[in-house]
């Protein structure tokens, strides 16, 4: 690897400049939080200053205010750790914010970025609920984010976060006390489903979904994280398969289940024909988020014995 473009300037808006430049000339890959190089290197020197993240960087003044040269020395070392590591971002920084709200992330668990945080922020899934809606499962819960989104978009249920690895869990309990959701987010380890008997009335679950041929094309930020959390087998289908297959058992006559896949819609709709699905609209477009009705899982089931 060349050597790392050096990150100079004495001002904030200097130190962002640079910093950009030297994410693209080391050619980068972003997705953990952000999408470029202006908002990487921003979110980085902010943070190393102890800047709140939401700072407005159009303001003129904050964009000329000195920076010294102890504190230079620490942005720049922390855009070196981010090209010479390939780590994403938030494991440095050790947080990573969903839909203006900070969660705590490290090594242990996958970067939350799931695209079912809108639908909780903006109301989409509230159509698909009733009164009567309670218990909520979150599937794969990673670092816990989706499952303390779950409990602050819906004041009056009960939201069990359920993951395979009692790393992520580990880490998703510091994010249920960070958020004092203690009382309303309970966490159990699960293989799948196994131990999450129900029933539910609503499932969300963000799951391992990327197929054998992508993970191997994977971005050095992306191996960063857990393989657990990503890697779904040859087509990307193996844990969904396993999940449609005992989710209705599992769910009450109205529940509704809401699945991510990331790219992977030709696998899906190759793997499960004839499964009536609704497709949702998220900043990502409508193809990437699903909701199923348990009556649609019941149905396919039976024709597909």
Same mark, same amino acid.
């Given at each position: 690897?060349?050597?790392?473009?050096?990150?100079?300037?004495? %001002?904030?808006?200097?130190?962002?400049?640079?910093?950009?430049?030297?994410?693209?000339?080391?050619?980068?890959?972003?997705?953990?939080?952000? %999408?470029?190089?202006?908002?990487?290197?921003? *979110?980085? /020197?902010? *943070?190393?200053?102890?800047?709140?993240?939401?700072?407005?960087?159009?303001?003129?003044?904050? +964009?000329?205010?000195?920076?010294?040269?102890?504190?230079?020395? &620490?942005?720049?070392?922390?855009?070196?750790?981010?090209?010479?590591?390939?780590?994403?971002?938030? =494991?440095?920084?050790?947080?990573?914010?969903?839909?203006?709200?900070?969660?705590?992330?490290?090594?242990?668990?996958?970067?939350?970025?799931?695209?079912?945080?809108?639908?909780?922020?903006?109301?989409?899934?509230?159509? *698909?609920?009733?009164?009567?809606?309670?218990?909520?499962?979150?599937?794969?819960?990673?670092?816990?984010?989706?499952?303390?989104?779950?409990?602050?978009?819906?004041?009056?249920?009960?939201?069990?976060?359920?993951?395979?690895?009692?790393?992520?869990?580990? /880490?998703?309990?510091?994010?249920?006390?960070?958020?004092?959701?203690?009382?309303? /987010?309970?966490?159990?380890?699960?293989?799948?489903? +196994?131990?999450?008997?129900?029933?539910?009335?609503?499932?969300?679950?963000?799951?391992? =979904?990327?197929?054998?041929?992508?993970?191997?094309?994977?971005?050095?930020?992306?191996?960063?994280?857990?393989?657990?959390?990503?890697?779904?087998?040859?087509?990307?289908?193996?844990?969904?398969?396993?999940?449609?297959?005992?989710?209705?058992?599992?769910?009450?006559?109205?529940?509704?289940?809401?699945?991510?896949?990331?790219?992977?819609?030709?696998?899906?709709?190759?793997?499960?024909?004839? &499964? &009536?699905?609704? *497709?949702?609209?998220?900043?990502?477009?409508?193809?990437?988020?699903?909701?199923?009705?348990?009556?649609?899982?019941?149905?396919?089931?039976?024709?597909?014995?």
């Amino acid at each position: 690897m060349t050597e790392p473009q050096a990150v100079h300037g004495t %001002t904030i808006g200097a130190l962002i400049a640079s910093g950009a430049s030297a994410l693209t000339a080391a050619g980068v890959a972003f997705g953990h939080g952000t %999408t470029n190089a202006h908002d990487e290197a921003s *979110w980085l /020197v902010l *943070w190393r200053l102890g800047l709140p993240l939401d700072s407005d960087l159009d303001d003129a003044t904050l +964009a000329s205010q000195a920076v010294d040269a102890a504190q230079q020395a &620490l942005v720049a070392a922390l855009f070196d750790e981010r090209i010479r590591t390939r780590k994403p971002a938030a =494991y440095l920084t050790q947080e990573a914010w969903l839909q203006g709200v900070p969660f705590y992330i490290d090594e242990r668990s996958i970067v939350p970025r799931s695209f079912i945080a809108e639908l909780l922020a903006d109301g989409s899934v509230d159509e *698909w609920l009733s009164d009567e809606t309670r218990d909520v499962l979150d599937l794969c819960t990673g670092n816990g984010s989706l499952a303390c989104l779950a409990a602050m978009a819906y004041p009056d249920v009960l939201v069990t976060g359920a993951d395979l690895s009692p790393d992520a869990l580990a /880490v998703a309990r510091i994010n249920v006390a960070r958020h004092d959701l203690q009382e309303r /987010v309970q966490l159990v380890e699960s293989d799948g489903m +196994a131990a999450t008997p129900g029933p539910w009335d609503l499932i969300l679950c963000n799951p391992p =979904y990327v197929n054998a041929e992508s993970m191997a094309k994977l971005p050095a930020e992306y191996q960063a994280e857990p393989v657990l959390a990503l890697a779904g087998g040859e087509d990307g289908m193996d844990f969904i398969t396993q999940l449609l297959r005992d989710a209705p058992s599992r769910m009450r006559e109205n529940a509704v289940l809401i699945l991510e896949i990331g790219n992977e819609r030709p696998y899906f709709e190759a793997a499960f024909p004839g &499964l &009536l699905v609704f *497709w949702l609209e998220t900043s990502s477009g409508d193809e990437q988020v699903l909701l199923i009705t348990r009556q649609a899982l019941v149905r396919y089931a039976l024709a597909n014995p």
